[in-house]
T-cell receptor, first 113, second 110 residues
Framework: EAQVTQNPRYLITVTGKKLTVTCSQN?????MSWYRQDPGLGLRQIYYSMNVEVTDKGDVPEGYKVSRKEKRNFPLILESPSPNQTSLYFCASKAGGPSYEQYFGPGTRLTVT | EDQVTQSPEALRLQEGESSSLNCSYTVSGLRGLFWYRQDPGKGPEFLFT???AGEEKEKERLKATLTKKESFLHITAPKPEDSATYLC???????????FGKGTMLLVSP
């Protein structure tokens, strides 16, 4: 089954404790991205990657890091999480080209206390 | 800067009561306008892509249309299972960023 998977699905952590949210897709997509979704603000892009070893900032990259060492994986790293990073996070992927639709993972609900 | 505005923010319908959701956009060089459905706590689910003014696409009770400034998602004879948040997004010529609206929350009562 073609899908985007994320782990963990739920995470509660404390301020400053480094964490990684994994994302994997099995559709051989070139493009992958991370979004956060907050009430009243909608979906906002954090980082994206157009291919292996190629990453760039989205609209809200502060406090996040990413890497793309393999085509199928695109982990999101929070080196020193803060309470304002409490949010619902989505990973997405699509085939190359701007006209293709993105397919989203199931989401990771992160709470930073 | 690409912008997407969806209206209304929330819509309550009776089962069978048809209506339309609006998505107004400004974009530099439209490469695609996308409609997604999102259930609470879940990832957005792709519905349609529209590429140029005049284009229409249908899926079951949903029909999406596109003009140069806006898109409509028409819902014909909705059922309670159509209750969800519907998101509109545009892809401009910049390629890298998909810009989303804040969504319309639809509730269909039996």
């Amino acid at each position: 089954e073609a899908q985007v998977t994320q782990n963990p699905r739920y995470l509660i952590t404390v301020t400053g404790k480094k964490l990684t949210v994994t994302c994997s897709q099995n559709m051989n997509h070139e493009y992958m991205s991370w979004y956060r979704q907050d009430p009243g603000l909608g979906l906002r892009q954090i980082y994206y990657s157009m291919n292996v070893e190629v990453t760039d900032k989205g609209d809200v990259p502060e406090g996040y890091k990413v890497s793309r060492k393999e085509k199928r994986n695109f982990p999101l790293i929070l080196e020193s999480p803060s309470p304002n990073q409490t949010s619902l996070y989505f990973c997405a992927s699509k085939a190359g080209g701007p006209s293709y639709e993105q397919y989203f993972g199931p989401g990771t609900r992160l709470t930073v206390t | 800067e690409d912008q997407v505005t969806q209206s209304p923010e929330a819509l309550r319908l009776q089962e069978g009561e048809s209506s339309s959701l609006n998505c107004s956009y400004t974009v530099s060089g439209l490469r695609g306008l996308f409609w997604y459905r999102q259930d609470p706590g879940k990832g957005p689910e792709f519905l349609f892509t529209l590429y140029s003014a005049g284009e229409e696409k249908e899926k079951e009770r949903l029909k999406a249309t596109l003009t140069k400034k806006e898109s409509f998602l028409h819902i014909t004879a909705p059922k309670p299972e159509d209750s969800a948040t519907y998101l509109c997004a545009v892809q401009g010529s910049g390629y890298s960023t998909l810009t989303f609206g804040k969504g319309t929350m639809l509730l269909v009562s039996p």
